[in-house]
């Protein structure tokens, strides 16, 4: 019954959380979309219930990209709440481990995948259809705002138009040209004019266009008139107005031809697309080798008196073998002339057909792509739950902080990345670069380790996140040292014995010098011992229990002078110089991998050198330390 309790206080406290960030990440996704379309929706008198049925197949489609980031910001606020509240130390105390903890939300979390799964394959190609049948028809409502500058605008049936700019304040348009092609192409009216204003009539069926300072071409061909002098109008203007048959009213769209669209297909549908898509390039590419073969190889054919000529020259000279050159050169110069511009014409035309038909395989290529990567994102975006949540709960209940806080920064961070590789893994799938599977799965690859690593160890209550384990491994990394900062102690209880410790400072002296001519004899290192030689040195392990005996015994002293004079001695390194990792394990493997092995080599030899410095250093300030002692101190 106590598990029983907690499982549903955990999924209670969860669930809260997770309707909550799921209706946040919503919107925000909503949001985004909306500002891609807004001037699609601006202005344009769309009717309510177009625009109910728009937000309502927007929400569909952003279901499934919004419940991988609620469950991620879920888990965190979640067990980021319990570590803050020490419900997580109580349940740990009570023999409960992290995972046992985090059981009902993993089953959880596989659900909201399934339901992910169930948005992909089912709801969302059917809302993508609905609303890319909506954003078009919204696009063809009012023309007059869509018509582009510097380029030809055919949204309006039988009429062509251009404006070279538009003031978007006052409505005005600049260098108008229209093609009004209502009486068939040949006979096709042309108005160029200065400026003008597009307008919507009253009863909505009508475009009024208003010209200023131009002219209009009118063709007066009759199609009884064989003459080659076609009769035509021309009428300058300052100001004219015409009338432009237009429906303002909102129709939707037949969207058949989108239902081709990779987004809009089933995993059925898109499987049994590749298999006739795959089948149907199979035979193209056949198709276009055979024909290339025979083009290269078999096409080119000599004239009938070429060929019999050339037979007559067989046969009267009893030859067996042709040369072409010879032939070539010993004809006339109009003959030369002849084949090199007709086996020009042959080439060109092959290198027009081949890329032609290249471009053909490439888009088949491609198209097939993008129902692969479709096909896949189905999956990975429904795994992508639990690989959230696997991330979400452990930096939860390591980071031990609740609210919108951190919990949000670290969600938004994650998601970016995650953003970053299934964007990135997708547009490579998508152009070839890189297999379809690796393309789409990419994320998943990279974040699902990262989620097992995190729940290792959150569960184990490692230091994943203590900030000195990393400070220290980055001391070691690149060979960084800890300076000393002794000050005088306003309360000392023992003073420094001076007379021992000038013994004692003779005799680290003497151990150091000793090392150094012994050990750092300015002999390289050997490579081999390197990597499978004790992990320390003994004799250099005694200098240093010595050395900071030393240290702290001077450190209660009351003098300036002293604690100046400690302050530049160095913190020296024992094992730097001998081995790079405490396990003999791993220095052999090191030093097996030769790229790893000639750094940590040269890594060695500068630890080799630093303690030389070291040494002499201490040597150096013993003897001024000892000065102190006897000539100011003790005298």
């Known amino acids: 019954m106590r598990i029983k309790k907690l499982d549903i206080f955990v999924l209670k406290s969860f669930g809260f959380m997770f309707v909550g960030t799921f209706f946040i990440c919503l919107f925000i996704f909503i949001m985004q979309f909306l500002w891609l379309y807004v001037d699609e929706l601006v202005g344009k008198g769309i009717p309510m219930d177009a625009l109910m049925k728009?937000?309502?197949?927007?929400?569909?489609?952003?279901?499934?990209?919004?419940?991988?980031?609620?469950?991620?910001?879920?888990?965190?606020?979640?067990?980021?709440?319990?570590?803050?509240?020490?419900?997580?130390?109580?349940?740990?105390?009570?023999?409960?481990?992290?995972?046992?903890?985090?059981?009902?939300?993993?089953?959880?979390?596989?659900?909201?995948?399934?339901?992910?799964?169930?948005?992909?394959?089912?709801?969302?190609?059917?809302?993508?259809?609905?609303?890319?049948?909506?954003?078009?028809s919204m696009k063809q409502k009012s023309p007059e705002l869509e018509i582009p500058e510097g380029a030809f605008y055919d949204g309006i049936e039988n009429y062509n138009l251009y404006v070279k700019e538009k003031d978007s304040n006052t409505g005005m348009l600049y260098g108008v040209v229209i093609y009004n092609m209502t009486n068939g192409f040949e006979n096709a009216t042309i108005l160029k004019a200065d400026s003008g204003r597009l307008e919507t009539t009253g009863d909505k069926q009508h475009l009024k266009m208003i010209l200023y300072h131009g002219e209009q071409f009118e063709n007066l061909k009759d199609g009884q008139i064989n003459s080659k002098n076609i009769p035509y109008r021309r009428e300058q203007f300052g100001e004219k107005s015409m009338l432009i048959e237009f429906s303002n009213d909102f129709d939707m769209m037949d969207g058949s031809f989108l239902s081709s669209n990779a987004m809009n297909k089933n995993m059925v549908q898109l499987s049994h697309d590749i298999d006739s898509l795959s089948a149907q390039q199979d035979s193209i590419g056949r198709a276009y080798f055979a024909q290339l073969k025979s083009n290269s190889y078999g096409s080119h054919r000599l004239s009938k008196s070429d060929s019999t000529k050339l037979q007559q020259h067989i046969e009267n000279e009893h030859v067996t073998r042709i040369n072409v050159d010879s032939l070539f050169y010993s004809s006339t110069r109009e003959q030369r002339a002849e084949w090199l511009k007709r086996e020009e014409s042959r080439i060109s035309n092959m290198k027009n057909e081949t890329a032609l038909k290249s471009k053909t395989v490439f888009n088949a290529d491609k198209n097939i792509r993008r129902h692969q990567v479709e096909w896949f994102a189905k999956i990975t975006m429904a795994l992508s739950c639990l690989v959230f949540f696997l991330i979400g709960a452990p930096l939860g209940a390591i980071i031990r902080k609740g609210g919108l806080g951190m919990p949000v920064v670290v969600s938004v961070f994650t998601f970016i990345v995650y953003y970053i590789l299934e964007s990135s893994g997708t547009k490579l799938a998508k152009a070839g670069e890189i297999p379809v599977w690796w393309g789409c799965s990419m994320s998943t690859a990279v974040l699902a380790p990262l989620g097992v690593l995190l729940t290792y160890h959150a569960n184990k209550d490692s230091g994943v996140f203590n900030a000195d384990l990393y400070k220290n491994a980055f001391h070691w990394l690149f060979a960084l040292r800890t300076k000393r900062n002794l000050t005088i102690k306003e309360v000392i209880i023992d003073d420094p014995d001076y007379v021992a410790l000038s013994k004692q400072l003779t005799k680290l002296s003497a151990a150091c010098t000793t090392y150094l001519q012994t050990t750092l004899s300015g002999k390289w290192p050997n490579y081999i011992s390197l990597f499978t030689g004790s992990n320390h040195s003994r004799a250099l392990l005694v200098i240093n229990a010595r050395y900071n005996d030393i240290v702290t015994q001077l450190s209660n002293s009351r003098r300036q002078d002293i604690i100046h004079l400690l302050n530049m001695l160095p913190v020296i390194s024992t094992t730097g110089h001998v081995t790079p990792f405490p396990r003999k394990w791993m220095n052999i493997a090191a030093g097996l991998f030769l790229p790893v092995g000639i750094l940590l080599y040269a890594r060695a030899c500068f630890f080799r050198q630093r303690l030389q410095t070291d040494l002499q250093q201490i040597i150096k300030t013993n003897n001024e330390i000892q000065y102190i002692i006897n000539e100011r101190i003790l005298k």
């Open 54 to 136: 728009f937000f309502y197949y927007t929400t569909l489609t952003l279901v499934p990209k919004s419940l991988p980031l609620a469950v991620l910001l879920a888990a965190l606020i979640t067990f980021g709440n319990f570590g803050e509240r020490v419900e997580l130390t109580a349940m740990k105390s009570a023999g409960i481990p992290l995972i046992r903890v985090m059981r009902p939300l993993i089953i959880t979390s596989i659900i909201l995948g399934i339901v992910s799964f169930y948005f992909q394959n089912i709801t969302v190609p059917h809302a993508n259809l609905q609303l890319q049948r909506l954003l078009i």
